[in-house]
């Protein structure tokens, strides 16, 4: 049974006895928040560590920077499963095989299902960049420049079964410049995505954390 987010509590490392906290990285593309990681983690105080990376395709840079700094991964692909619920399932099994204490979407460009969450529910996060709930889906520094906001940003949330819903973690605003294009606005954007996703990873791996309704508490 699915345990619900209005009463998940991950516990922090002293109270399961881990030397450090492990994540499952979850890649669709290029991996630049993977490679923020990666650096992270590398300084024993970070207090993470990255036990596997997986994908949706093959032959991508985000798999390839993980095989550089030696980290296991794997692949799982859509079109290789009768239904895409096989496919989730599947999903589920290779990253609890891991035993992670948090799942980072980083750029994984696939909505997981119900088998996946009924695992990692309430411990998987994600990024939007723009300030939620403003501008789901994929085209936000895009939609930001169509409405004329001046101030955008980006989203750290704990993943549930909308696209971009989930309960917020922590957010940062990115000022929108008047002569912006999407592309140019994006990449602030990501700067500052990167920064807020390492410390806030970090953060809930070393203290633990509580998602009481749409409220997240790092302990």
Request: include cysteine; hydrophobic fraction near 40%.
């Amino acid at each position: 049974m699915r345990r619900p987010i209005s009463s998940l509590i991950v516990t922090n490392m002293a109270e399961t006895g881990s030397i450090s906290g492990t994540i499952v990285v979850l890649v669709s593309g290029c991996g630049t928040n993977l490679q923020a990681l990666i650096d992270a983690t590398a300084d024993p105080a970070y207090g993470v560590r990255i036990a596997a990376v997986g994908a949706d395709r093959d032959n991508i840079e985000g798999l390839a920077r993980a095989r550089r700094a030696g980290i296991p991964t794997f692949v799982c692909r859509v079109a290789d499963f009768a239904t895409r619920e096989d496919w989730d399932a599947r999903l589920a099994s290779q990253v609890a095989a891991y035993q992670p204490q948090l799942v980072v979407l980083a750029g994984f460009m696939k909505l997981t299902g119900e088998a996946f969450l009924s695992q990692f529910g309430g411990r998987t996060v994600n990024t939007h960049p723009a300030l939620s709930p403003s501008f789901p889906g994929i085209h936000g520094p895009q939609a930001a420049l169509d409405y004329g906001v001046k101030v955008t940003g980006c989203t750290l949330f704990v993943v549930d079964r909308g696209v971009d819903t989930g309960p917020i973690v922590a957010q940062r605003a990115v000022d929108v410049y008047d002569d912006d294009t999407a592309e140019l606005l994006h990449e602030r954007i990501k700067t500052v995505e990167r920064q807020m996703l390492v410390d806030y990873v970090g953060r809930m791996v070393r203290n633990g954390f509580s998602v009481s309704e749409r409220k997240v508490t790092i302990s």
